[in-house]
C-alpha cells in the first residue's frame, strides 16, 4: 500500500484520460500526497510510491492526518495517537495536531498522557467510566490536577485520608495480616 493508496470514495482518486477510458492516474496521486504530508511538516517524505509498511508509527500516525485533510475533513478523532510511540515519534505526531489545528480543523484527541493533552489541547473533558469528572479551558487546572482527576479524582483522596486516618490511630502501623 503507498502513501496515496485508494481514496476513502469511489470517484475522488486522480485519473487520466476521458470518459469511459479514465484510469488511475498515480503519478498524479504520488504528488499529491507528497504536497500534503510536506504541507503539514512531514518533509522526510518525498517519494508517493514509499510503502507505508516502510514507515515507523509516528510517521505511519503522521500521515493519517494530512490523508484527513486532503479529503476534506473538518474533525480529527484521535484516540491514543501516541501511545505506542517513543518520545521523538510522539512530539512529530504532537506538531502534526498542532498544525491541523492552527489550519482550523477541530481536534478530539483521546489520550491517558496528561502531557501529550497539555500540549496540544484548548478545552479538555476528563471522563471516568464514560461519565465527565471534570471540564475545563487550558491553564485552569494543573498537570498534577488533572492526573489527580484521571486517576480517580475525590475517590482517590478519600482512600488517601482513610489510610492516613489508620495510620494516624495505629502508630503507623499497617493492618496485620491474618
Not at 73 to 94: S, Y
Not at 141 to 170: R, V
Amino acid at each position: 500500500m503507498a502513501l496515496c493508496c485508494a481514496a476513502p470514495r469511489r470517484g475522488l482518486e486522480p485519473t487520466k484520460g476521458w470518459g469511459p477510458f479514465k484510469i488511475y492516474d498515480r503519478k498524479k496521486a504520488n504528488a499529491i500526497a507528497v504536497d500534503a504530508v510536506q504541507r503539514l511538516g512531514i518533509t522526510r517524505i518525498t517519494d508517493g510510491d514509499r510503502l507505508v509498511g516502510g514507515l515507523s508509527g509516528g510517521e505511519r500516525q503522521s500521515l493519517a492526518i494530512p490523508r484527513a485533510v486532503h479529503f476534506g475533513a473538518r474533525v480529527l478523532i484521535l484516540d491514543e495517537p501516541t501511545a505506542a510511540l517513543g518520545v521523538k515519534q510522539a512530539t512529530h505526531v504532537l506538531r502534526i495536531v498542532n498544525e491541523a489545528k492552527r489550519r482550523g480543523l477541530a481536534v478530539i484527541f483521546i489520550t491517558h498522557q496528561v502531557m501529550h493533552a497539555m500540549a496540544v489541547g484548548d478545552h479538555f473533558a476528563v471522563l471516568i467510566r464514560g461519565a465527565i469528572a471534570a471540564d475545563f479551558r487550558k491553564g485552569e487546572k494543573s498537570g498534577e490536577e488533572i492526573t489527580d482527576l484521571m486517576a480517580g479524582g475525590a475517590s482517590m483522596a478519600t482512600l488517601e485520608a482513610e489510610i492516613e486516618g489508620y495510620m494516624d490511630s495505629h502508630d503507623g502501623h499497617p493492618p496485620q495480616q491474618i
